[in-house]
């Protein structure tokens, strides 16, 4: 199994025609799942140069050069994220998915397996509408090449 070892030397990819992350949640301005209105789908941001800091700070795992490039995420349909400061510690990170392209994660995901630097693989909690209790867990180790669907607060 081909494996992909996290390099914390990498370089940093531009985003392109992606904007994703302005569609799906990261800021306290807009609706989740729904497009910014300040997005220009493809084409980018329409007020770029005085968007928000938050956006400013924004880099999912992509675009940080610590996934392949097969994983762009307009491409795919989700990215990548460490939620917070533990996930490289714990080793477990979160995707923001499209609703309907959810279901495909373990197929791209499928030959691809992030370990932290002592070879624990990564795990995935998968955010995918805009319920914050409707989960699924991409945990190769525990459930193979399968997505679980879960709720907020259930034992994972
Ligand atoms: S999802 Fe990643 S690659 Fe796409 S626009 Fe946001 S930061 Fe850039
Ligand atoms: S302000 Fe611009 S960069 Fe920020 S979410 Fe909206 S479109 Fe995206």
Redesign the pocket.
């Known amino acids: 199994m081909f494996k992909e070892v996290v390099q914390h030397a990498r370089t940093e990819r531009d985003c392109g025609d992606c904007?994703l992350?302005?569609?799906l949640p990261?800021?306290d301005?807009?609706e989740e799942y729904q497009?910014?209105?300040?997005?220009?789908v493809g084409n980018?941001?329409?007020?770029?140069n005085s968007?928000?800091q938050?956006?400013?700070d924004?880099k999912c795992l992509w675009k940080l050069g610590m996934c392949e490039e097969r994983l762009k995420p307009n491409k795919v349909g989700f990215y990548i994220v460490p939620e917070k400061e533990e996930s490289w510690e714990d080793a477990v990170f979160t995707i923001y998915a499209e609703t309907h392209r959810v279901d495909n994660i373990p197929k791209v995901m499928g030959d691809i397996r992030l370990v932290d630097h002592t070879g624990r693989t990564w795990i995935y909690v998968i955010r995918y509408n805009a319920d914050d209790n409707d989960l699924a867990i991409y945990d190769k180790d525990r459930f193979g090449n399968k997505l679980k669907y879960v709720k907020r607060g259930d034992i994972l």
Do not use: L, M, Q
């Open positions: 904007s992350c302005c569609k990261r800021t301005f807009k497009w910014c209105k300040s997005c220009d980018g941001c329409k007020i770029y968007r928000p938050v956006c400013k924004f």
